[in-house]
């Protein structure tokens, strides 16, 4: 069973939605007994960064994710389920994040060597894997949707995938242990999305 983490802040439904079509027996819960005993979990999250992040220690949703790394449960960041993984994020101000991957999370320049960028990067674009993984088996260089203004960078070990737009190669997926996360949202990607949460849930 799959849980998919509701502190109020994410997609949950189409996240759902795809785990329903692909077949996967899944919920969407609060219950942390409920998540400590899923097989597998995926942290969703989308908008601002400090309201997620308060949002989730407010649920105590902080010492669950450590649990279930303790544990070696499978777990999925989506979006600002990624970004609360890192260190820090500038965000309308300075925020510490769940520190389990070094790095930071920053915004988009609006103007790269003259040519100017719309923040947030919104839409598809292509998927580059730097290195094998099991959650991005043959997706290699093709494309996904993306809705941020802010992206993550940091240890270069973890990353798995990248992404480039405004002049930035930006991490578009991690992998640390049995946490793994993208930028990109794999329930708004179509076919290719699809696959990627069917990797997911065959890990």
Same mark, same amino acid.
């Given at each position: ?14 996240? #759902? ?14 219950? #942390? ?6 097989? #597998? ?12 992040? !308060? ?77 094998? !993984? ?5 997706? !290699? ?36 242990? !049995? ?25």
């Amino acid at each position: 069973m799959i849980a998919i983490m509701d502190y109020g802040i994410g997609n949950l439904g189409s996240v #759902k939605n795809a785990l329903d079509y692909l077949g996967f027996e899944n919920v969407i819960t609060s219950d #942390k007994d409920t998540i400590l005993k899923a097989d #597998k979990v995926i942290l969703p999250g989308v908008g601002a960064f400090s309201d997620a992040i !308060n949002t989730f220690r407010q649920y105590g949703f902080d010492k669950t994710v450590d649990e279930l790394i303790k544990k070696n449960v499978p777990i999925l960041g989506i979006c600002v389920g990624m970004q609360m993984l890192f260190e820090k994020d500038y965000e309308y101000g300075v925020h510490d994040g769940l520190g389990l991957i070094k790095g930071e999370v920053v915004k988009f320049e609006e103007e790269f060597e003259g040519k100017k960028y719309k923040i947030p990067h919104m839409g598809w674009n292509q998927l580059k894997v730097i290195k094998d !993984n099991e959650l991005l088996k043959d997706v !290699n260089m093709k494309d996904v949707y993306y809705v941020h203004s802010y992206y993550a960078k940091g240890n270069k070990d973890d990353v798995i995938a990248t992404t480039t737009y405004a002049g930035v190669e930006f991490i578009a997926a991690i992998k640390r242990g !049995n946490l793994y996360a993208t930028q990109f949202h794999p329930e708004k990607s179509g076919d290719i999305g699809l696959k990627i949460l069917k990797n997911f849930g065959e890990l």
